[in-house]
């Protein structure tokens, strides 16, 4: 993905010199669980995330302007969550962001420029957001982007030791974007 820009924030591509960034949020309890994966236990750890996050070239960097720090991460990945959608050109937004920077309207920033890179350059047809359901900063986040509630479908999480959680899916199509 390129990169984005918002007035507060640089979208980018990841560097392994922002693992110290990464760990500092990757380590939290508040973060990793609500996004289905276990809080990282060393700054290694975090490098081997962003190597993976480099090879499958989906997930930003959200880089606080002011700081010139990474406050946390936005993906645009290819998933379909519901089958019945499964012949439009879609792309699932995940995010998260550092807990000392909740609050401050960054993330739902950062959706807006997502969603506006999706539609306009990429030419989607239809985005995802998803969120567990105990997860009500996301459902804010979600429901604040304009995004539309569809149905609730139950995972397993294999990150999370195979942890069952419902998770409500919303959705925006291009022609309710534009």
Not at 40 to 63: C, H, N, P, T, Y
Request: with cysteine; net charge neutral.
């Amino acid at each position: 993905m390129k990169t984005l820009e918002t007035d507060r924030l640089i979208l980018r591509e990841w560097k392994l010199s922002d693992s110290a960034d990464q760990y500092d949020y990757g380590k939290s309890e508040l973060v990793g669980p609500s996004a289905g994966w276990k809080p990282q236990k060393s700054e290694d750890e975090s490098i081997e995330i962003i190597k993976m996050f480099l090879r499958d070239g989906d997930v930003l960097a959200v880089e606080l302007k002011a700081e010139k720090k990474v406050i946390g991460s936005i993906g645009l990945h290819k998933r379909t969550p519901d089958e019945n959608q499964k012949l439009l050109y879609q792309r699932e937004i995940g995010y998260v962001l550092n807990p000392e920077y909740w609050g401050n309207g960054y993330i739902p920033e950062a959706v807006n420029r997502v969603l506006k890179f999706g539609f306009e350059e990429m030419g989607l047809d239809i985005i995802w957001c998803g969120h567990f359901e105990d997860n009500i900063k996301s459902k804010r986040v979600n429901e604040k982007c304009g995004f539309n509630f569809k149905f609730i479908k139950e995972r397993t999480l294999d990150k999370l030791d195979n942890k069952k959680v419902n998770t409500w899916y919303y959705n925006i199509y291009r022609n309710d974007y534009l």
